[in-house]
């Protein structure tokens, strides 16, 4: 095994990152249909935060890459929170009531001779 104080920040980050991504695909696997509009807001909350953050580092300018990294993370934060909106009025539209049609069953006996 290697020493910690072998392991460099770019590798520590990397394992994180896998780490992160196989704990986040196993805990998605599992959650169920009644709780994914409640997840989706709360995702959609948090690539909001991301959102500000990548504007942050594109406005920061220190280097070329980060502010264009900063742009590419503004791009693709943006338009995962306008399709989690999307994707959620669209679950929650299904949860509603659909209005009755005018006159629908008022008046009519219904069947019969």
Do not use: C
């Not at 909106?85 to 949860?95: A, G, H, P, S």
Request: glycine letters at 16%; hydrophobic letters at 55%.
């Amino acid at each position: 095994m290697m020493p910690l104080a072998l392991l460099t920040p770019e590798m520590a980050g990397l394992a994180l990152f896998v780490l992160a991504a196989f704990i986040g695909f196993e805990v998605i696997t599992k959650v169920p249909a009644t709780l994914h509009t409640p997840l989706m807001s709360g995702a959609n909350a948090i690539s909001g935060i991301i959102l500000v953050g990548a504007v942050l580092v594109a406005a920061a300018q220190e280097s070329t890459l980060g502010t264009l990294l900063g742009l590419l993370g503004v791009f693709l934060a943006t338009i995962n929170v306008v399709g989690g909106f999307l994707v959620t009025d669209r679950m929650l539209r299904m949860f509603k009531k659909k209005p009755s049609p005018p006159g629908g069953d008022a008046g009519g006996g219904g069947g019969g001779a």
